[in-house]
């Protein structure tokens, strides 16, 4: 009924640009929907990268990828983006996409429908 799926990630070297793309589809999604970006590191617990309201007015963003990551959403193609200029071997992660029943929210834990991730590497 629900499906999330990420694309896009790669490999890079540090200062470098990636998109992610991640589409959301599935009648439980309705009409309004948050949508996120969380990322991992193996023994590392996930952080909340980027979030943006179902109008793509409400922003959240993760303080050390602020001025370098942009998220953004085309809602008649059901799909985010995070646009992520200037990469730091730091922001090697996978790179979960993840939606929520809300016009928004900035609570990581109100997002409960997740893709399976997409590696992002950056080299120094």
């Known amino acids: 009924q629900a499906h999330v799926e990420e694309s896009g990630g790669g490999s890079v070297q540090a200062g470098g640009s990636l998109r992610l793309s991640c589409e959301a589809s599935?009648?439980?999604?309705?009409?309004?929907?948050?949508m996120a970006w969380f990322r991992q590191v193996p023994g590392k617990e996930r952080e909340f990268v980027a979030a943006i309201g179902w109008t793509g007015g409400n922003k959240y963003y993760l303080d050390s990828v602020k001025g370098r990551f942009t998220i953004s959403r085309d809602n008649n193609r059901n799909t985010v983006y995070l646009h992520m200029n200037g990469l730091k071997p730091e922001d090697t992660a996978v790179y979960y996409c993840?939606?929520?029943?809300?016009?928004?929210?900035?609570?990581?834990?109100?997002?409960?429908?997740w893709g399976r991730g997409t590696q992002v590497t950056v080299s120094s």
């Open positions: 993840a939606a929520a029943l809300s016009p928004w929210t900035e609570n990581p834990d109100d997002f409960n429908f």
């Open positions: 599935g009648r439980t999604f309705g009409s309004t929907v948050s």
